[in-house]
């Protein structure tokens, strides 16, 4: 890789230290500029878990976690990233354009900036109209879109998703899919996205990274080679049918002769 | 409020309003059908009677106690949701003191007013106001540490990833998550200062005070006067108990549940 990478996971390991669960094992990834990586894997594979340490929301036993060449703990204090979950995550008690401004706080932008970058915010995701509306006033779709819209109000150079549209229903998804790769061309963020959907995986990004269950390890990794701008007719390309498979053997292979049984033995 | 709006309120008041007037005209019929003796139970119209007439004597008790009950409701009230914020921000003091409030909790604490009346002057105001934030105390503690702990993991993990510091994850996340269980224990709070109060009274007090005054009324078969002070105490009551809840109107306007839908 010419260019420094944005994310840099050097052999990571997490042990839990209840029940002595080693949640991931000898990670290695790194994530190159403008990228948008898929981590997927079967439940208890560590993918949430990866992408917390990425975050620095919890700490690796072992092994260093790099974000634009700085150290993780460094990365979040700088706000260097935004992070979406599975649930939106949103306060009842602000109205929209709050959620979308409460980074904006936490990093003390004057109040007239703040205003200004929730307006834009606010059209990119289409939800002008429901700026003064409360998260509960809207559907799961639209606050899922809230969520986007206030982990990418700071314009943080990397995306961490963590099943963010694992809740909603296939027709809603695969429409925040394509919201997500357009808005995803526009700001020119990293993305690094956990999902246990096989087509979604494919379908977003330039490169699936497979993982592996107890302990979590990388399987394998699929190159995704179908043209950005993705569309609707992506979804029924002969080429998106051939990677998916592709997908779907490495983790079949993966998920076979790795037992939890022969795991425990092994260690 | 429009004319439209102030419709829709009577309206939404209308069932109530029909209850009450069927209870107090069966009350009223009962005892004239009947003829039930005075000191059982009078009538309404010669409870609403006295309550005119005797009004510079009973409006005056009852603001005298009222003062009392919003003593004990704001020390009470006060040092609930301090001694929940110390418990929920040090976990270790959590442990030691929450099994010894729940036990506490079980204590009826109505019991303590003779030994409150001793403890304080039984004459002053103070004696009543120790019982009634004694009574307040424990229901507010107990709902807003239950509050300040119901705070979504991911809620404070979003904030950690913003590099929150635990002063802001309390004001932007801990703090309105616990309003709405805050004035919940308020409002229940403000119902037990008012018995507080009252009951303090019965084991002695200032004779200008209501409790003693229904009390010493009751003693001398002045039923329907002791009736008309219950009406003041319930007035009263009521009053505080709708502060609360308009100051809960105003200060927790996002909750879906306070907007019905």
């Known amino acids: 890789m010419s260019e420094q990478s944005v994310v840099r996971v050097g052999r990571v390991t997490k042990t839990f230290p209840r029940g002595d669960v080693t949640a991931l094992q000898d990670i290695d990834l790194e994530l190159a500029p ?6 997927i894997g079967p439940s208890g594979c560590g993918k949430s878990t990866l992408l917390r340490v990425i975050g620095d929301l919890i700490e690796p036993t ?16 700088d706000g260097d990233y935004g992070i979406v979950f599975q649930d939106s995550v949103l306060f009842d008690w602000r109205t929209v354009a709050k959620n979308i401004a409460l980074p904006l706080e936490m990093l003390g932008w004057e ?50 998703m963590d099943e963010p549209f694992g809740a909603l229903d296939e027709m809603t998804r695969e429409r925040l899919n394509l919201e997500l790769l357009a808005i995803w061309e526009k700001t020119g963020s990293t993305v690094a996205f956990v999902t246990h959907s096989i087509s979604e995986a494919v379908f977003l990004s330039g490169r699936v990274v497979v993982m592996s269950p107890r302990p979590g390890r990388i399987a394998g990794a699929v190159d995704v080679d179908l043209p950005y701008p993705r569309t609707v007719e992506t979804r029924e390309a002969p080429r998106f049918f051939e990677l998916v498979t592709q997908v779907r053997e490495l983790l079949r292979q993966r998920g076979e002769h790795l037992l939890p049984e022969e795991e425990a033995v092994l260690e | 409020m429009t004319a439209k709006a102030a419709l829709a309120s009577l309206v939404e008041w ?114 009543k106001m120790a019982i009634a934030a004694v009574l307040c105390f424990l229901p507010v503690m107990v709902n807003t540490l239950r509050g300040l702990q119901s705070a979504r993991p991911r809620q404070i993990e979003l904030m950690r990833s913003y ?13 309105p998550t616990a309003l709405p269980f805050v004035f919940t224990a308020l409002k229940i709070a403000s119902v037990l200062a008012m018995i507080g109060a009252i009951v303090g009274e019965y084991f002695g007090g200032a004779t200008t005070a ?44 996002w909750s879906p549940q306070l907007r019905g839908s």
């Open chain 2, 14 to 127: 209308l069932p109530a309003l029909v209850v009450a007037a069927v209870v107090i005209g069966l009350w009223q019929g009962l005892i004239v059908a009947f003829h039930v003796q005075q000191f059982l139970l009078p009538k309404p119209t010669s409870i609403a009677s006295t309550f005119w007439s005797d009004r510079h004597e009973l409006w005056p008790a009852g603001w005298y106690t009222m003062k009392e009950a919003l003593g004990g409701f704001a020390i009470g009230s006060g040092l609930g949701i301090l001694a929940a914020t110390f418990v929920s921000r040090f976990k270790t003091l959590g442990t030691a003191l929450m099994p010894i409030f729940i036990a506490a909790n079980a204590v009826p604490i109505i019991a303590f007013a003779p030994i409150a009346d001793a403890w304080f002057n039984p004459f002053s105001p103070h004696s």
């Open chain 1, 62 to 77: 072992h092994g260093s976690v790099t974000i634009n060449g700085k150290s993780a703990r460094q990365a979040r204090n």
């Open chain 1, 34 to 39: 403008r990228e948008f990586v898929s981590l």
């Open chain 2, 163 to 175: 590099a929150a510091s635990e002063l802001m994850i309390w004001r932007r996340v801990r703090i």
């Open chain 1, 111 to 160: 109040r007239q900036r703040r205003r200004q970058r929730v307006a834009e915010m606010l059209d990119l995701v289409e939800l002008t109209a429901f700026a003064e509306h409360h998260p509960w006033q809207l559907s799961g779709g639209m606050q899922q879109r809230v969520s986007i819209a206030r982990a990418l109000a700071f314009e943080p150079a990397l995306l961490l």
């Open chain 2, 210 to 253: 209501l409790g003693v005054l229904i009390n010493s009324d009751s003693q001398i078969f002045q039923f329907t006067k002791a009736w008309a002070g219950i009406v003041v105490a319930s007035l009263l009551g009521m009053a505080l108990y709708l502060a609360v809840a308009t100051a809960e109107r105003a200060i927790v306007r």
